[in-house]
C-alpha cells in the first residue's frame, strides 16, 4: 500500500499529465505548491510514479521540439528509465528540444486521476 504522500505525489503527476504538461521539467512546478522543497524522499516517489506509469503503459517519454512541443522520438522504456535516471534531464536545458512526458490513452489517465482523487480524499 502506497503512502497518503506517495498517492498524492502520483495524483498531482497524473492531473499535471492530463492537463497537457508537456515538458519533463513542468512537473516540478506542478508540485511546488504542494511540495517547495523537494527532498530526496520527494524525488523518488516522483520517479517512481512516472517509472510506473511507463511500466504499466499509460504514458510516454518522448523528445519534443521546444518551443512548439511537437514529438521528434518516443521511448521505449529501457530507455526511459535512463532518462529519468539522471537529473539533468529533468531540468529546461539551452536546446530546441526537450524530454516530454505524453499520455498513451487519456481515458485510462483520466479514470487513475478520478479513482486517485477518491483515494486521496477520504
Do not use: C
Request: hydrophobic letters at 40%; a negative charge; charged letters at 30%.
Amino acid at each position: 500500500m502506497a503512502s497518503k504522500q506517495e498517492q498524492h505525489i502520483k495524483f498531482i503527476i497524473v492531473d499535471a499529465i492530463n492537463d497537457d504538461i508537456r515538458g519533463l521539467y513542468e512537473l516540478n512546478y506542478a508540485l511546488d505548491p504542494f511540495y517547495p522543497k523537494i527532498d530526496h524522499e520527494i524525488e523518488l516517489h516522483k520517479k517512481n510514479v512516472l517509472i510506473n506509469l511507463i511500466r504499466e503503459g499509460l504514458i510516454s517519454l518522448v523528445r519534443m521540439s521546444d518551443p512548439k512541443f511537437e514529438e521528434i522520438e518516443r521511448f521505449d522504456n529501457e530507455e526511459s528509465m535512463l532518462i529519468l535516471s539522471n537529473r539533468d534531464n529533468w531540468a529546461l536545458a539551452d536546446r530546441d528540444w526537450l524530454y516530454g512526458i505524453v499520455s498513451n490513452d487519456y481515458d485510462k489517465t483520466i479514470a487513475l486521476e478520478n479513482e486517485l482523487y477518491k483515494e486521496i480524499n477520504t
